[in-house]
């Protein structure tokens, strides 16, 4: 469908997460097409961190991103070239752009175990009670990008009070725990009660196989994360990159997609979880690399 010729350099994707889903999906491309892949998976930072550091010799072919502001800063720099698919007609306009392009989206929610002995937050502030103190863990910032689009829309949402709650919240024991498995693994186990700001699909996932967890998208509103993929301008196999983003954006990959529990970029493809229609969202506007830069050390100032 995609390709029949192999190519003698592999594709080299760079994706941060979800690590099963992108190994099954390359998995299919390469079964499908003959086209030998090279993935690479680790968080947001250190995705980015290895394309700096290859600046001058690039590696990557494909980058897929858990933060949609970084392909916005990657495009500013010049690090992309424009691809449209003919899969992107159902794609709705804010999740694509000339350089890039969602294949899928997630939302942050707090993420509560049913079996501890906290009552059920409906919103971040609930958080901050004695109820939960010692009891609540939160993604590290400077390892997931979809925690700095939380810190942004909570900022732009309370000002001085997204602030105010996160203090509140490292004064009544808020473990920052890495990246988000890491967050989440305490809860799991029943050693913590709730994750502030966990990304919905991994905890979906979890429950599927029985985790005694509960998704709850705070009442007032939440930050959307699309997942931006985007191919490097100096792709060494630009060709090969084209057929990949057309194959996630196909009806196979955004099925898998949704069967990993993330709300598929196509508007057109039946999903099993709660979608942006469901989901309260809080206002976010264009966000820079400086205002992340900023949030970044704000919360580095208060943990």
């Known amino acids: 469908m995609f390709s029949d010729s192999p190519s003698a350099r592999p594709l080299n994707v760079y994706a941060a997460g979800p690590g099963s889903l992108m190994k099954n999906l390359v998995a299919d491309f390469q079964a499908g097409t003959g086209i030998r892949v090279n993935l690479f998976q680790a968080t947001t930072g250190k995705v980015l961190a290895r394309l700096e550091a290859e600046a001058d010799s690039p590696q990557a072919d494909v980058f897929i991103s858990a933060s949609w502001d970084?392909?916005?800063?990657?495009?500013?720099?010049?690090?992309?070239?424009?691809?449209?698919?003919?899969?992107?007609?159902?794609?709705?306009?804010?999740?694509?752009?000339?350089?890039?392009?969602?294949?899928?989206?997630?939302?942050?929610?707090?993420?509560?175990?049913?079996?501890?002995?906290?009552?059920e937050p409906a919103d971040w502030q609930d958080l901050a009670d004695l109820a939960f103190a010692r009891q609540i863990t939160m993604p590290d910032p400077a390892l997931s990008g979809a925690s700095v689009d939380l810190l942004l829309g909570l900022e732009q949402a309370l000002g001085e009070g997204a602030w105010d709650l996160l203090a509140r919240m490292k004064h009544n024991g808020l473990e920052i725990c890495g990246a988000n498995d890491q967050a989440l693994a305490p809860v799991l186990r029943g050693d913590k009660s709730a994750v502030f700001g966990s990304v919905d699909y991994v905890a979906y996932a979890a429950m599927e196989k029985g985790a005694r967890i509960k998704v709850i998208f705070p009442r007032s509103g939440t930050v959307m994360v699309p997942r931006p993929m985007m191919i490097l301008k100096n792709a060494r196999q630009p060709e090969l990159a084209r057929q990949f983003i057309d194959y996630l954006l196909s009806d196979d990959g955004q099925a898998g997609a949704a069967a990993a529990w993330l709300m598929p970029a196509r508007t057109d493809i039946i999903t099993r979880r709660p979608t942006v229609s469901d989901i309260p969202v809080l206002p976010q506007g264009n966000v820079s690399a400086t205002n992340r830069a900023r949030s970044l050390a704000r919360f580095g100032e208060i943990f």
Do not use: C, F, M
Not at 74 to 97: E, F, N
Not at 108 to 114: H, T
């Open 70 to 119: 970084l392909a916005q800063e990657l495009d500013q720099r010049g690090w992309l070239q424009p691809y449209h698919s003919d899969y992107a007609a159902q794609v709705p306009d804010h999740l694509k752009t000339p350089s890039y392009i969602a294949q899928a989206v997630s939302a942050l929610g707090i993420v509560w175990n049913r079996d501890s002995d906290t009552p």
